[in-house]
């Protein structure tokens, strides 16, 4: 009797066994299920009404420290003298002129449907870029635009923005003694150094001379790592990393990450050999630690153009690049340009 049951025990088994069988699906048949696709996360602007018409837009309200905002103020009318201020500084906007191919193009394609002007046609927009500086205390702080509409008449704008603290990570790296604690003549050198950087980076040129999307300044690197980090060097706090980390081997070259003049290219204390690049209207990428500089101040060089090789100089523990942002003497995330959406 016993095995009887168990006989049908392990036949009642097999039968659910096959049933599931059944409906699992054949590798050998072809899958009717789409896979699902990654969503796209678009950047969700906050609106800010101003009179005559005009909205002032930002990327975020809310924006980390060490971080990139980008803003937009659109008028149905022409307007002129924008300009606006954010950490008790100047910021320039830019109008984005379209070129003759495109509106050509545009227009033609406007005419061969017989449609009128779209919205954003009629729209005089005026762009900037926000630099959240790394170490700017967290809490909330007023944005302001100014401008003048076609009739003469001042228009005004104000658009909270809240930094919230970043949450950077500490290492404890052993560098060289003298990076720690430097002698005298080392010491007036890094100082002599940190105000040539400083003079540069107050200087605004008027002129957006980038021209398209930003690109990370070496082929194949994706991302980089280390800004924002508090670093204990030799058992000794120091400043943050202002820059971004890009492991490669010396010899490797390292290009321009969009189109901009030379402003500086030689051998510092800090970051060893290094080249800074004005793209206009306050925007800087700095490039440390070369082996070898291959380009020289005042040349205007192109986006993607070789302007030294990966290299070890300075204070670092190992061959890297050294990628510093700075937008309107605020010290950024440099991949926070790659993902900007101005041009």
């Not at 009887?4 to 072809?30: C, E, M, Q």
């Not at 699902?36 to 101003?50: E, G």
Request: charged content about 20%; proline content about 6%.
């Amino acid at each position: 009797m016993m095995h009887l049951l168990r006989s049908k025990k392990i036949t009642h088994s097999l039968a659910i066994l096959g049933i599931v069988i059944l409906f699992l699906p054949s590798a050998s048949l072809p899958q009717t299920r789409k896979r699902p696709q990654p969503k796209t996360v678009a950047t969700t602007w906050s609106k800010t009404d101003c009179s005559h018409g005009v909205e002032l837009r930002l990327s975020a309200a809310n924006a980390l420290q060490g971080s990139l905002l980008q803003a937009e103020l659109r008028s149905p009318t022409a307007l002129a003298d924008v300009s606006g201020t954010w950490d008790e500084k100047a910021l320039p906007f830019w109008r984005q002129t379209p070129t003759a191919a495109k509106t050509t193009t545009k227009a033609n394609a406007t005419v061969a449907r017989g449609a009128s002007k779209s919205k954003s046609d009629l729209e005089d927009i005026h762009y900037a870029l926000l630099g959240i500086d790394l170490e700017k205390p967290a809490g909330t702080y007023d944005f302001t635009v100014s401008a003048k509409s076609e009739d003469g008449g001042t228009i005004s704008c104000k658009a909270a923005i809240t930094v919230r603290a970043g949450k950077f990570a500490t290492e404890r790296l052993k560098v060289a003694p003298n990076f720690v604690e430097p002698n005298p003549e080392q010491l007036a050198k890094a100082q002599e150094d940190g105000k040539k950087l400083r003079e540069l980076y107050a200087t605004i040129t008027p002129e957006k001379l980038w021209q398209g999307k930003f690109r990370i300044p070496i082929d194949g690197a994706t991302t980089g790592k280390n800004f924002g980090r508090r670093r204990v060097l030799n058992g000794k706090p120091s400043s943050p990393h202002t820059g971004v980390d890009i492991p490669a081997l010396t010899g490797i070259p390292v290009h321009a990450s969009q189109r901009g003049r030379v402003v500086l290219a030689e051998e510092l204390y800090f970051s060893g050999n290094t080249v800074l690049i004005d793209h206009g209207f306050g925007v800087y990428t700095l490039y440390g630690h070369f082996s070898e500089i291959d380009v020289k101040p005042g040349d205007l060089v192109e986006a993607g153009a070789v302007i030294g090789k990966v290299g070890a100089t300075g204070r670092v523990t190992g061959p890297h690049l050294h990628w510093g942002l700075t937008v309107d003497r605020a010290r950024v995330n440099a991949l926070s340009l790659i993902s900007a959406t101005i041009r």
